[in-house]
């Protein structure tokens, strides 16, 4: 296989909506190859190929901005994440999904549509071109069938998010995209895509094939067939379709000791990602040779800052802990009533320190979380007792750090080598992944489950479990038991929204969660006795007023060192305190409205430009 992802230019066309008006069909192609002339040979399918992936790269991954529709889209729907950031106020745009504060004209929702639909146009180019009577060689077809798979991804991913979205199975020409028929009718098509797909599809050459992960392969067609099956409610069919997939030898899953990479370079392209956008950077074609220009084409720029521990609450700002690459904006924060349950359950496991640190780990385990001073003058290392009192470290907001509990989340945070050669250290270059193994085995396990076979279906929650290093191992396999390893397994990795609407409990988990937001202090810094002294304006020499309380300011006092000077001082101690401040500062009660909430309106942009869309379940 040719290695993926290498700058090219698209192909005209490709960043047509599909559901745009006929008038921008009506442009025309300056310096391209006509149709005539470039759908021809293999070399030209296989080009039109790498044009696709490339588009599916800059629409799936690419950011908008600060933001991801993709990433924050997915996730801050979810009931275990906060939006976090500095206060309720901050990053607004996408704070409102995780609050259900929208309506169908928010920035994200409207953008990953349009994404998701410009990704199934590149796809669509090729099935109408070398599909049918003109796939007459082996590479067209499987060019075709790759396509065929990418595009039933797009659309199962559009049927989860919206309701009856359009289904866009040919070139968009004198007709307009409806709404579907039903739910089940793109899913159910999805599958048939996949199936039929696999017939002429390559197959990954084996669990150290990196470029058999960067491609659409016959695991990635029965992983796209078999979960939109499992939301079709067809279980039977999801174990036909899996059965191969989980038993191949092409895939496995990493060590326990391994999770952790995963979501970072280390584990691009590795033994348990069935497929994942593959990063190429490309500083000329991005616009420029500054570092952050060349990441805005294909890595997340910004997304970093975004995700990234709040470096405005951190004692030494960006880079200490020095595990966060730079400092952050503290978005994508875990919540704390799943954390607490996940610790209950997996205890000091792989798979736990990979998701979130507790507070002792946090301060004082130089492994998992070193800090700039842990190792002091002349290379000794700090005792524990020397950490607990390190003016140098901690959480410092008066007001309590927003949306953060007594754990630190540490999934999706940017590590230094995240960054890459190539790029600065808020531009994250970990290749995308949109399907893994683990999902697989317990998607697997849930149709087992739901079709009888329960032996299997706890064989492969074991397996999950014991590379987790899960202190929990079930002896036993219910439905519950597979919806709480799902949550650990797959936190941040934009599933969680999709299932509890699928298992009918939105509603009770989302209840539990919002305005009910954790207030993170640092007892070292909001319990001990510091000596307060009035603050001076040095250019002034009067004391600064507080704006709002119209009193003096105070600030510590400090010692020749610059160090605070404390009477009475209590360790390093992460704490949290839950507050509502959505009903207590602006008297606003956030509700998840059922038979609405549960999926995203059809964009307001996209019903403004085509008469034959409309709003359906809640949202009319």
Known sequence: MKKILVPIALIAGSMLVASCSEDWLEVEQKAVSSTETFYKTDEDAESALMAMYATYADQISGNNGIWSAYIMGLNYSADDVFAAGGDCDDHSGFRELNEFRFDAG??????????????????????????????????????????????????????????????????????????AESQKQILDWCVKECEEAIVDINERQGQGDKQGAWRATKGFAQFVGGKAALFAGDNAKVVSIMKDLVESPNYALVSGDRFRDLFHVEGDGCEEKIFEI?????????????????????????????????????????????????????????????????????????????????????????????????????????????????????IDNSDGSFSRSDVMEVKMMMHPNDAGNEVGDNCNQTNLCLARLAEAYLIYAEACLATGNNAEAL????????????????????????????????????CRWHDIVRWGIAKECYDKVLDNIPYQFDEFWSKSEFVWVEDIDEKTGEVKIDEKTGKPKMKRKTDENGNPIINNAVPHNLVYEVRHPFKDIKGITLEFKAGKNEYWPIPQSILDINPEMHQVRGWQ
């Open 459 to 494: 064989k492969y929650v074991n397996k999950i479990q014991e590379r987790a290093g899960s202190k929990t191992i079930s002896s036993s396999v219910n439905l519950q038991v597979i919806q709480d390893e799902k949550e650990y397994e797959l936190w941040f990795e934009g």
């Open 106 to 179: 928010l920035e994200p929702i409207k953008e990953l549509y349009n994404r998701l639909y410009k990704s199934i146009y590149s796809a669509n180019l090729i099935v109408n071109y070398f599909g049918g009577d003109k796939a007459d060689t082996k590479k067209k077809k499987e060019a075709v069938a790759e396509a065929r798979v990418m595009r039933a991804w797009a659309h199962m991913l559009a049927a989860l998010v919206y309701y009856q979205p359009p289904l866009v199975d040919h070139l968009i020409t004198d007709d307009v995209p409806v709404n």
């Open 278 to 394: 593959n990063y190429s950077t490309n500083t000329a074609a991005a616009g420029g040779t500054e570092s952050w220009r060349g990441a805005n084409g294909r890595g997340r720029w910004m997304v970093a800052n975004v995700l990234n521990w709040r470096g405005d609450d951190i004692i030494g700002g960006g880079k200490n802990p020095q595990i966060c690459s730079t400092g952050g904006w503290g978005g994508g924060s875990i919540n704390h009533i799943f954390a607490h349950k996940m610790l209950d359950n997996d205890g000091d496991s792989y798979r736990r320190k990979a998701t979130f640190l507790t507070s002792d780990e946090f301060f004082y385990d130089a492994t998992l979380c070193p800090w700039a001073d842990d190792v002091e003058a002349g290379g000794t290392l700090k005792t524990r007792a020397e950490k607990e009192y390190d003016f140098k470290r901690g």
